[in-house]
């Protein structure tokens, strides 16, 4: 269960374990997908996020690129661009095409050597891109991230790569691929604490709290879609992968973390709203936990 039973929808890493950096691209048909973001982390680092809002003339982007490396890993957009137009993939513009790559990093520069993937490593990403299971854990964008660090980066717990998906009885798929390098916990959906020191428990009952600098940590993330949706729904279903978020991650969107889902529709199944978001929140929470809980 994951991102790519979504028809259409590839995803490749590029990993660099010495260095503990990588990224991850989500590659969407061809002909693009409707696409919008939500972002409530206070610290993001983010590209190409304003033609994702409402009333911006753009409606369909072409990939999205989750990378480690904090704002130097923004460039590995540049090869995942490189990648599609070498294709002829792209929003046709006069004489070229001009493909759209959404990104958001987060910060793994403390974790190993102080490198991030650039253009080449885009590109490489989008070279191993599969409509197979993607593989999990410690890879891609998530080589390096941690979880767990409201006692200090010093007890972090490793985070990942999660990806999961929920098959609607209406046959529509939503589906979820999370990146977890957050200040908090992570809990599952039993209630358990996965990964962490149980620093929302010790913050309430102690106010004691060690949590490291603004914007040294983010969850990013991907919801996607077969269900026939709008920019506006694109955008509610984003909002609904932060609940599920919220849930997994204790406590989420703080002043430290730049939290951003972005969400596609790729399909023209039907389905209602309600449903999308209660599914779009439980892949998201499957997603997280799978980013902790894999080796």
């Not at 923004?74 to 599609?84: C, E, P, S, T, Y």
């Not at 991907?222 to 204790?250: I, N, P």
């Amino acid at each position: 269960m994951a991102i790519t039973d979504v028809a259409g929808i590839r995803v490749g890493h590029w990993t660099d374990a010495e260095a503990r950096t990588g990224c991850t691209v989500v590659l969407l048909p061809d002909e693009g997908a409707v696409a919008s973001v939500d972002v409530r982390g206070p610290a993001p680092g983010t590209r190409e996020t304003d033609l994702l809002q409402l009333g911006r003339l753009v409606e369909r982007v072409h990939a999205i690129c989750l990378c480690g490396g904090s704002a130097f890993g923004l460039g590995a957009a540049d090869g995942v661009m490189r990648f599609l137009r070498e294709r002829g993939v792209g929003l046709p513009v006069g004489p070229a095409r001009v493909p759209l790559v959404p990104a958001a990093v987060l910060f793994d520069l403390g974790t190993g050597a102080v490198a991030w993937p650039g253009p080449d490593e885009g590109y490489a990403a989008c070279l191993a891109a599969t409509d197979g299971p993607p593989a999990e854990g410690r890879v891609g964008a998530g080589t390096g991230a941690t979880v767990g660090k409201l006692l200090g980066p010093d007890r972090a717990h490793p985070g990942g790569v999660g990806t999961a998906s929920v098959r609607l009885p209406s046959g529509a798929v939503v589906a979820a691929l999370a990146v977890a390098n957050a200040v908090g916990d992570v809990h599952g959906r039993d209630g358990r604490l996965l990964a962490g020191v149980d620093g929302w428990r010790t913050l309430l009952d102690t106010g004691q709290v060690q949590p490291p600098p603004a914007g040294a940590n983010t969850t990013i993330a991907v919801v996607a879609t077969d269900a026939r949706l709008d920019k506006a729904g694109c955008r509610r279903l984003a909002e609904a992968g932060q609940d599920g978020l919220a849930l997994a991650v204790r406590p989420a969107h703080t002043l430290y973390d730049g939290d951003a889902v972005f969400a596609v529709s790729a399909g023209e199944a039907e389905a209602d709203p309600i449903s999308l978001g209660t599914a779009a929140a439980e892949a998201m929470w499957q997603a997280i936990e799978r980013a902790v809980t894999i080796a």
